[in-house]
């Protein structure tokens, strides 16, 4: 037989599922405050002692509401975050389990597709979709199998609160780890973000892309184009993310093809400038506003970008020796319609014309001794210097270190050469990697 005090207990948990039952939605909303301010952050014991045992009986009615009301959106923030503190109680398995039999997830996911549901109650369902990953393998894949990685990506790319798409962040951080089934699905949709409007959305897809890429190991043959087209970005913090994946992607399969994608965003196609230009910028009447054509903005990153890259492993420098890179290096200093590109473009060709004397030769020949001077003597300023005509010449130099090499009879990939020479007339280079293996034999 129950106790006095088991059947008081009793009596109240019936009461106030009672009063539930009745109330409307003002009554509902008054009900779920005084919820979440009594019982946010305690154990599912500590939730049955509240509840006499019977905290299932009231996560039921919460979720049998969350059915019939969220697509309205009335009460919905309170309504996830009294979902939460069920499911994210110390030992609440069985709560997860009863949310998930009737649609938990599917419920979610359709609140993030909502257009009229408000953007903080479809955090809150990130928030919850966060706690049912954290459970393990098997929830992430339930999450996946509900297609529920392209309504997060999507969501994500339309968001227009930074701190939401923070947390979704954390979601699809959360399902490409310890996910061996679908970690591919979510690097997949993490690359399909890139393109998107949203500066955040990328900037956040990057970064959460890079630790992916780690995971799975192997690269997706679209990647480099996708971050490739990340560099027309305007804002810097993008850029800086869209770098910083490129400096891993050379240590992968994709190498070859990022770098001369790199080295060829140099030079952008004339078809392609007239196609970003505006047409009202054809009328001599109106300045020519080139500074900020998506097209140039991806010159200069691009510039920077192989700078960065050329510093960081003198192999990759050689290699884009050979993809003429100080070809196309000297005619991005001669874009006089966007002068980050030449800044970039001559602070990465300084590097390398320190680097390698056959450059140091070929630039110097080029430039002609009076810019070459002004060019070593402030590289970063060079472009604050330079007239129309010696703008002209550079971009439409003729500069061919690869063929000189290749003449030469240097392998690519494994050049390096000798940094202390002084016959300018004369390459002088060793292969190390050739050494090497000379001094193996012996």
Not at 144 to 151: I, L
């Amino acid at each position: 037989m129950t106790s006095i005090k088991e059947q008081a207990a009793i009596s109240r948990l019936l009461s106030f599922l009672q009063d539930w039952d009745n109330a409307g939605k003002v009554a509902r909303s008054h009900i779920l405050d005084n919820f979440i301010k009594t019982n946010k952050g305690k154990t599912s014991p500590e939730l049955e002692q509240e509840f006499s045992q019977g905290a299932s009986l009231f996560l039921v009615r919460l979720t049998t509401w969350l059915r019939l009301i969220y697509m309205t959106g009335s009460c919905l923030d309170k309504l996830l975050q009294s979902i939460g503190i069920f499911l994210s109680a110390v030992s609440s398995n069985r709560y997860l389990i009863e949310f998930l039999e009737v649609g938990g997830v599917l419920t979610l996911l359709e609140i993030l597709g909502l257009e009229e549901i408000k953007e903080e109650d479809k955090k809150e369902s990130i928030k919850l979709l966060q706690v049912i990953a954290n459970y393990g393998r098997k929830y992430k894949e339930l999450i996946c199998e509900s297609y529920g990685v392209r309504s997060i990506a999507e969501f994500l790319a339309k968001s227009k609160s930074e701190e939401t798409q923070e947390e979704v962040q954390v979601l699809l951080d959360s399902l490409v780890h310890g996910n061996p089934k679908y970690q591919n699905q979510v690097y997949k949709g993490l690359i399909a973000l890139l393109p998107c409007a949203s500066p955040k959305a990328q900037q956040l897809s990057l970064q959460t892309l890079r630790t992916a890429q780690s995971i799975i190991g192997t690269t997706h043959p679209s990647i480099v184009e996708c971050v490739l087209k990340v560099l027309r970005t305007m804002h810097l913090e993008v850029q800086y993310e869209a770098i910083e994946l490129i400096k891993d992607l050379v240590n992968y399969d994709v190498c070859q093809a990022l770098l001369k994608g790199l080295v060829e965003l140099l030079i952008p196609s004339v078809k392609e400038t007239r196609k970003l230009q505006p047409k009202i910028l054809n009328d001599s009447l109106v300045p020519q506003l080139t500074a900020h054509l998506p097209v140039f903005l991806q010159q200069a990153a691009a510039a920077k970008a192989i700078g960065v890259l050329a510093r960081s492993n003198t192999s990759i420098a050689e290699e884009m020796l050979h993809l003429r890179v100080v070809h196309s290096l000297l005619a991005a200093m001669g874009n006089s319609d966007h002068c980050n590109s030449q800044r970039q473009a001559s602070l990465t060709l300084e590097y390398f014309v320190q680097m390698f004397p056959v450059v140091e030769e070929h630039v110097r020949r080029s430039m002609g001794e009076e810019l070459y001077q002004l060019f070593l003597s402030n590289a970063e300023d060079l472009y604050m210097k330079i007239d129309s005509i010696q703008a002209d010449i550079l971009a439409a130099n003729k500069v061919n270190v690869s063929k000189v090499l290749h003449q030469s009879g240097v392998p690519r990939s494994n050049t390096t050469f000798y940094l202390e020479a002084h016959d300018k007339d004369q390459l002088d280079y060793i292969s190390y990697f050739q050494k090497e293996d000379m001094e193996g034999k012996e």
